[in-house]
């Protein structure tokens, strides 16, 4: 339980309760000794659960990483920060209106969206960004319910591990991965799926690939899925082996996959295809839909980077899935770099056009940053942009804000939003492992709610201390 802010307590306003606002807001509290006065933290957070990509992104047959929210916990539990959900910044709160509230305001609102593809064919019907995949499987309440998946065979864009993910889950069978968390109706879209064949193209070779090694080796583990990688896709240039002799993780990548081209095939009833050296060019389309993907074989040129060669392949697929990275959107009143999809920043502080730190607004994370990296990265990332902040509160850069401590909960009731808090996430987290235990499935630990308002109606409660 959180206890309200004393008049002497430095406010900070944290948009964005992922990984990278979480550990902000962990390491502002901690460190709060060094400018001599309490810090007091409002984690603000447009969805009505917390924990952004960890519960959002990452895949739901990885419950090892999902598993990082229980020590996430130990953060949210701390009585200086606290959650205030389903309020979005930009369109509910504007940021001026923040800067009246907050002594400092730090951005990690992360991304969520798609990175355009521009090949011919990219908006037929069954062209599908990863993203949008990901937050249906892992039950964003922001997107779509249901999915077709009528294809036999498909094709993924992008040998990273997302592309990977999306790969593994369009492979795997229903049964297989109903003893997640993934909500009904997931489960039952995912029982309507056809696909036998799972391609997925990569335009470099094994010492380029952006896999890393652990989800690489772990497509393997599905009994239902056969690994395969042609013999001719395993080649390296002086570049290559240059690479991979001074990357550990990159040359257990290139093991695993010669390990995959040498073997003999699995029995298995489906076929997950890595093809590496070639290059997406166009989603091939009869009447809107798509009917096929058209690649060009490249070849390395000696240097890591790869050419064309001129010779092209169609691959009958009848949908593709561009997982070719995600991408921040900006945020209304915060500036924005439009060409990295970032908010300029020195390393924390948000700078304008003109390249000056703005006073009092700093950035952490994917926003920061852009969408590389794993949930680990944003903690250094996060000890990056508490320092400055904190340095700038020692040195009383910061301007102390004109309106009272607990303002901001008169201004989100007088404007109707349910606010949902960390007393909330634990009535939503117990009814999500209600509804996994009352499934009967062995080894399911929660059934995830998806709709928005069924979120709200557990996780709501009304602003006070909460
Ligand atoms: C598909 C996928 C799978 C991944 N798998 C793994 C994995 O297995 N292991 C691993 O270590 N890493 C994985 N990652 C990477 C990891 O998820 C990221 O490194 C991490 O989540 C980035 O943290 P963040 O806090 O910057 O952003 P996010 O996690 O995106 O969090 C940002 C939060 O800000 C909120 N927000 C956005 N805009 C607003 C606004 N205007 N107002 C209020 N709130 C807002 C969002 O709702 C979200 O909750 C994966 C990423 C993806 C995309």
């Known amino acids: 339980m959180s206890h309200p802010a004393p008049a002497t307590a430095l406010r900070v306003a944290v948009i964005g309760a992922g990984p990278a606002g979480i550990y902000a807001s962990d390491l502002l509290v901690k460190n709060a000794a060094s400018i001599g006065r309490e810090i007091h933290i409002d984690l603000i957070e447009k969805l009505p659960a917390p924990f952004g990509l960890i519960r959002y992104g990452v895949a739901p047959d990885h419950p090892r990483i999902k598993g990082i929210i229980t020590s996430l916990h130990r953060v949210l539990d701390r009585p200086e920060i606290r959650l205030l959900g389903n309020i979005e910044i930009g369109k509910d709160v504007t940021v001026e209106e923040l800067q009246e509230h907050y002594d400092a305001v730090v951005f990690a609102t992360g991304a969520v969206q798609d990175r355009d593809l521009d090949i011919p064919g990219v908006d037929a019907e069954g062209s599908h960004g990863a993203a949008d995949f990901v937050g249906f499987y892992d039950g964003n309440p922001d997107f779509p319910r249901t999915w077709d998946l009528s294809a036999q065979s498909v094709a993924v864009i992008g040998v990273g591990n997302v592309g990977l993910d999306v790969a593994r889950v369009l492979a795997k069978t229903a049964e297989e991965l109903n003893v997640t968390e993934i909500p009904e109706n997931v489960y039952e879209t995912l029982r309507t799926n056809q696909a036998t064949e799972v391609h997925v193209f990569g335009r470099r070779g094994p010492a380029q690939a952006k896999f890393t090694p652990q989800e690489l080796k772990e497509l393997d583990h599905s009994p239902t899925v056969n690994v395969v990688v042609a013999p001719e896709d395993i080649d390296y240039d002086e570049a290559s082996i240059e690479a991979r002799s001074s990357s550990k993780s990159q040359d257990l990548v290139c093991q695993i996959l010669e390990g995959y081209a040498i073997r003999e095939p699995k029995d298995a009833p489906h076929t997950l295809q890595i093809h590496l050296f070639e290059s997406p060019v166009e989603i091939l389309t009869h009447e809107g839909r798509v009917v096929g993907l058209r690649t060009e074989r490249t070849e390395l040129d000696g240097s890591g980077h790869v050419r064309g060669t001129g010779a092209f392949t169609d691959w009958p697929v009848q949908a593709v899935y561009r997982a070719v990275?995600?991408?921040?959107e900006p945020i209304a009143g915060v500036p924005f770099n439009h060409v990295e999809h970032v908010i300029p920043n020195d390393g924390g502080h948000v700078l304008d056009h003109a390249g000056t730190p703005v006073p009092g607004l700093y950035a952490t994370g994917w926003i920061k940053r852009g969408p590389i990296g794993l949930i680990g990265n944003t903690k250094s990332d996060a000890k990056e942009t508490t320092d400055l902040l904190l340095a700038d509160a020692a040195a009383g850069r910061l301007t102390a804000p004109t309106r009272e401590a607990d303002a901001i909960l008169e201004l989100l009731?007088?404007?109707?939003?349910?606010?949902?808090?960390?007393?909330?996430?634990?009535?939503?987290?117990?009814e999500e492992r209600r509804l996994?235990?009352?499934?009967?499935?062995?080894?399911r630990e929660r059934r995830k709610i998806v709709e928005w308002e069924d979120m709200v109606a557990h996780a709501h409660v009304a602003p006070a201390y909460v």
Do not use: H, M, Q
């Open 436 to 443: 996994g235990e009352e499934s009967g499935v062995e080894g």
């Open 413 to 430: 009731d007088a404007r109707g939003i349910r606010v949902t808090t960390w007393e909330g996430w634990y009535r939503l987290d117990a």
């Open 325 to 328: 990275g995600y991408r921040s």
